[in-house]
């Protein structure tokens, strides 16, 4: 990881940080994840996307309720032409409600539960989109806990009708469990 950015991480995951963030957000006591999960540095290539999805709610490890999402955004220069923006959607919708392009040093912060839906659908245009991705947790159940440990995708942005669809559907899931489960298995096999 690169130096300034080990920092920057070091920070969102701090104490001050977090008391800042438990006031912002209402909710008490958030803790950081320290093994960074999914989270720390997310770089889309070109022709990249998300599909939209609801993220997972609870850990493997130490059973805590994922409750806080917060992107800082780190492309110098983006544009509109450049795709990738975040997409907020209306689950019930099932539409796009809001788009946040990823500027430079912009910071976007929502809560985690199984209505908020968001992705990426606009492929990524002639460079790479780059980010930090955070979660926070609570010990705690939330009063309305609405999720389980799947990260669940919109079925339809998986495009396709029939066999074709349901076959594109399958290799996409079984890709991206790979992917999850390999980037796992390097977090132990990395260089010291």
């Known amino acids: 990881m690169p130096k300034p950015l080990d920092r920057v ?3 969102l995951n701090s104490g001050p940080f977090l008391s800042w963030l438990s006031e912002l957000t209402e909710i008490p006591q958030l803790l950081p994840d320290p093994y960074l999960g999914g989270g720390g540095l997310h770089s889309t290539g070109p022709g990249g996307i998300l599909v939209p999805h609801t993220d997972f709610h609870t850990t493997e490890v130490d059973h805590y309720y994922r409750r806080i999402n917060l992107l800082l955004y780190l492309n110098d220069g983006w544009t509109e032409s ?4 975040l997409e907020l959607w209306d689950k019930e919708k099932d539409r796009v409600v809001r788009e946040i392009w990823p500027e430079f040093g912009r910071c976007v912060i929502f809560q985690t539960d199984a209505d908020s839906m968001h992705g990426s659908t606009k492929p990524v245009v002639g460079r790479d989109r780059h980010s930090i991705a955070m979660y ?3 010990v705690s159940r939330p009063e309305r806990f609405s999720g ?3 990260t669940h995708w919109r079925s339809k ?4 009708e029939g066999v074709p669809g349901l076959v594109k559907r399958s290799a996409y899931r079984l ?3 790979t992917s999850y489960r390999i980037s796992k298995l390097a977090w132990y096999v990395r260089p010291q």
């Open 148 to 150: 389980d440990g799947s």
């Open 175 to 177: 890709l991206m469990a």
């Open 157 to 160: 942005s998986l495009a396709g």
């Open 9 to 11: 991480i070091m920070e």
């Open 82 to 85: 450049h795709g990738g923006a």
């Open 136 to 138: 926070y947790y609570t």
